[in-house]
């Protein structure tokens, strides 16, 4: 269980935090719908796999749920000629095996 009050603490005092200029950040990657679903994809297939690995059945299978539907979004997204980047060739998103006992 998460302790409230420890969280509650910051780690670093605010007089030590330096302040970062706007400039500094780097703006995100602007990415496709298709992009988007297909990196979601790969990213669930991978907490599936740790949460299958635990013994966490329900939460592995919720996961694989997830992942078909970012699947099935992804190669939506591929078909539609005017969505930003649909004309780009990219490797195609597997379809996620069934999970693991």
Known sequence: ?????????????????????????PAPAVLSPSETARYTSDFLECLRKIASRQGHGVMAHLL???QYEAHSLAA????????????RSAPPVPVPAPAEP
Not at 5 to 18: S, Y
Not at 76 to 87: H, I, K, L, V, Y
């Open 1 to 25: 269980m998460v302790n409230a009050e420890l969280i509650a603490i910051p780690f670093m005092p605010q007089a030590q935090k330096k302040p970062r200029p706007d400039a500094a950040i």
């Open 76 to 87: 939506a997204n591929a078909r539609t000629p005017d969505s930003p980047g649909a004309g």
């Open 64 to 66: 694989e749920l997830a």
